[in-house]
C-alpha cells in the first residue's frame, strides 16, 4: 500500500470529501433526469429545446470531471460545468424558483467548491 498517496489524500481535507459526495448528488441527479425525463417534466417546462442534449453533454462531462476530481484538470471541468449550467438557467428560466435565488445558491456552492480547493491546491496534480 503506497503511504504517500493515502497521506497526499488525508490532507486535503475532509470538506472536499463531502463537496465531492455532493456533486456526486447532484449528477446523479441529472442521470435519473436523463433516464426519466417526464418524473421532471413540470420543472423543465419552457426549457430550450436542445436543453436534453445539454443534460446529457453535462452529465459526462461532470462524471469525467468527478472522476478526475483530485487532479486540476477536474477541478476546472466541474467549476466550468457548475458556472455554464448556472448561466443557462438564467437564460431559460424553467422552475418556479427566482432567478436572483438560483444564482445565490448555485455561486455559493461553486465558491465552497473553490475556496476548498484553493487552500489545498498544491495537493492537486
Known sequence: ???ASNTSNFKR???LWVMLAAYTCISFQRFIGLLFP???LRSSAGAPPWG???DFLAFILE???IIGIWKKWGV???VIIGLVGSVLATLYPTSQTPIGARWVVDLSIMGLLIWAVKRKWSYFQ
Do not use: D, P, R, T
Request: aromatic share 28%.
Open 63 to 65: 462524471l469525467i470531471g
Open 52 to 54: 436534453y442534449q445539454f
Open 13 to 15: 481535507g475532509a470538506f
Open 76 to 78: 476546472y471541468l466541474v
Open 1 to 3: 500500500m503506497n503511504n
Open 38 to 40: 417526464s418524473i421532471f
